[in-house]
């Protein structure tokens, strides 16, 4: 899931491995598969740590997906595209988070709903150590654990790089209206700018972890089932509206 997730990602203009015209559903679909390897991994291992571990990762997992996937519809909302190539097309002119105010929102609860999806820290309570010895993963090694921790920090990367294309622009540069200084970003290539906008945002998401504690699980549920999915969901319907009226810098 984590791989085919990472295909989606655009690196330059053209420069993608896949670009459906419906490449965003397509790229939340694969994601949302994910969730079965953390399940199976600690049903299958036969340990009630593991279990315990797999359910809470799973109901995390499934229950963030919901405000991911209404944060990336308001973003197709104002692009009015699901192709990929499309939605970092329409940024020419100015990145999402410039066109509205409430595209600033729908960016935030992506990313702690992305960190939560992740199962990184202050939402990696599927790995407590203390009392879960070490998670769905309690017994497997070698090679074995080493795909969980390569999925981790690849899921960690696929969230920042998809944070980047859908409200930074992609591998857009960034223009002031100022002639100058939009013809020199100009010649910085497009790789450049997309690695250099994931990576901004993976050192964002890593000094979080190493800043927040770590939450209950009620806590985390409730985070997003009382404060995240209403606030996306009223976001979402302002969005619409937005868009009805043409209020927004196209």
Request: hydrophobic share 55%; charged share 10%; proline share 3%.
């Amino acid at each position: 899931a984590s791989v085919g997730t990472f295909s989606f990602l655009p690196w330059n203009n053209g420069a993608q491995v896949l670009d459906f015209n419906v490449g965003i559903f397509l790229l939340t679909a694969i994601s949302s598969i994910g969730v079965l390897g953390i399940f199976l991994a600690g049903w299958g291992s036969n340990n009630k740590y593991s279990v315990v571990s797999a359910m809470r990762g799973a109901v995390q997992m499934i229950s963030y997906e919901i405000s991911l996937g209404l944060c990336i519809i308001s973003a197709v909302l104002l692009t009015g595209t699901m192709q990929i190539s499309g939605i970092v097309g329409a940024q020419g002119s100015a990145w999402l988070i410039f066109q509205s105010p409430f595209t600033w929102i729908a960016f935030l609860v992506f990313l702690i709903a992305g960190n939560a999806e992740a199962n990184r820290g202050p939402f990696d309570l599927a790995e407590a150590e203390s009392e879960l010895t070490a998670g769905y993963h309690t017994e497997y090694s070698g090679m074995g654990f080493g795909f969980f921790y390569l999925a981790e920090y690849l899921n960690l990367f696929i969230v920042a790089g998809v944070a980047s294309m859908v409200f930074l622009g992609g591998w857009m540069p960034i223009h002031i209206g100022v002639e100058g200084f939009d013809k020199v970003m100009d010649y910085i290539p497009g790789i450049v700018w997309f690695l250099g906008k994931a990576f901004a945002l993976v050192w964002v998401l890593m000094w979080i972890r190493w800043t927040f504690p770590r939450l209950r699980i009620d806590q985390i549920l409730k985070l997003e089932w009382k404060y995240l999915m209403p606030l996306s969901l009223l976001n979402l319907v302002i969005m619409t509206i937005v868009v009805a009226f043409g209020w927004y810098i196209k």
